[in-house]
């Protein structure tokens, strides 16, 4: 295969793999196949980052972070951390300062938090729902994406930091920022020091407000948290707040867009979930193995790794390629490319493993089994999607989409 070179630029990608190659972007997983098959440590000398693809390697690399840290940022570029300006979040830190922080995050953000929201998060998509479903009625063009899948992570974390309504538009720009992929990194970078510069502005002023005037919001929470004496820092709980917003909003939103074409693809699995709403939490770890939202991070080597014969040097970058893991036929079974609600699954990669688990979880779980309770209930199968006019997103690091046009049957 020879490199595939951008037709408005003089790049050439490399040809086993590369995140922004055009190709890879619209269909990743023949490039995941070959990779697993060919190349299962492959080196990437034009943006000089080593890939690990099958599930074993990415799933022990993500449980040692004494040899593969997050403390370099997780992305293929060397200097991402310094190119921000910023000191680290504790989602790039290794333990003990990253083991330090979560357990006081994790005091005040807890499973009953989200459990409290739960009446909450239904009478959102309760609303929505039926607003999409009179706008159908009218004859009004319905984008599924616009009318419920980005507004509910929105006001879900909104609603856990406390931020009220009227501020509530600031979240989109500052996700779509700092996760948007381009074909040139270094674009990405910029438009993600924006957006950074305006979270650490917003929340700053919070945690300082809320120190002085405590509520009982989630930031309030945090600003309290204590275990030994040991408290966090406003820049502490600034990188909860990029977590939540970074990794909470454009997430959820994919995995809702992502999981109805896979039922498109499999109505009688569908049918089967309207009927059996008991199938849909198994079925969302489904959701979550066979189309991984992020499609990879990467960590970077302390000392010297060999992998399959091949030498990964201290220092080097390593992506993890969450989405290949996934779909490896080595540990899923030859079935791996199809959906399967049924599945027995031990341990899918999307929320990573190890001590960089996925803080919030719970909180994408819970509301993606709400949003299908609701819309197996109130709508069932009485649904068209035009998936020709469906857009998905550009983004060489998530998958999901930006546009689903849907139409509501009386």
Known sequence: MDPVKAESEDIEYDPIYDPFNPEVIADPYPFYARLRDEHPVHYNERMDFYVLSRYDDIFRALRKPQIFSSAQGLTPAKDEISQLGLPPTFIMMDPPDHTRLRRLITKAFTPDTVKE?????????????????????????????????????????????????????????????????????????????????????????????????????????????????????????????????????????????????FLHDYPDQHRELIQDPALLPNAIEEFLRIESVVQGLSRTTKE??????????????????????????????????????????????????????????????????????????????????????????????TRGFTKIPIHIKA
């Open 117 to 261: 929201l739960e009446p909450t998060i239904r009478q959102f998509v309760v609303d929505h729902v039926e607003a999409m479903k009179r706008k159908s009625a009218d004859g009004e063009e319905v984008d599924l994406v616009q009318s419920i899948a980005s507004p509910l992570p929105t006001m879900v974390v909104a609603n856990i930091l406390g931020v009220p309504p009227e501020d509530r538009e600031k979240f989109d720009p500052w996700s779509d920022g700092i996760t948007s992929a381009s074909a040139d990194f270094a674009l990405d970078i910029q438009q993600a020091i924006g957006a950074v510069q305006g979270l650490v502005s917003y929340f700053g002023a919070m945690c300082q407000a809320r120190r002085a005037h405590p509520t009982d919001d989630m930031i309030s929470k945090l600003t309290q948290a204590e275990i030994d004496g040991d408290t966090l820092t406003d820049w502490d709980i600034l990188g909860f707040c990029f977590v939540m917003i970074a990794g909470g909003n454009d997430t959820t939103t994919n995995l809702i867009g992502n999981s109805m074409k």
């Open 304 to 397: 010297d790794v060999e992998r399959h014969g091949t030498r990964i040097p201290a220092g080097s970058k390593v992506h993890n390629l969450y989405a290949s893991g996934n779909r490896d036929p080595r540990h899923w079974g030859d079935n791996a490319d199809q959906l399967d609600i049924h599945r027995e699954i031990d341990r899918h990669l999307s929320f990573a493993q190890g001590p960089h688990f996925c803080i919030g979880a719970h909180v994408a779980r819970t509301m993606i089994r709400i949003y299908f309770e609701e819309m197996g209930a109130r709508i069932g199968e009485n649904f068209e999607i035009d998936w020709d006019r469906a857009e998905r997103r550009q983004s060489a690091f």
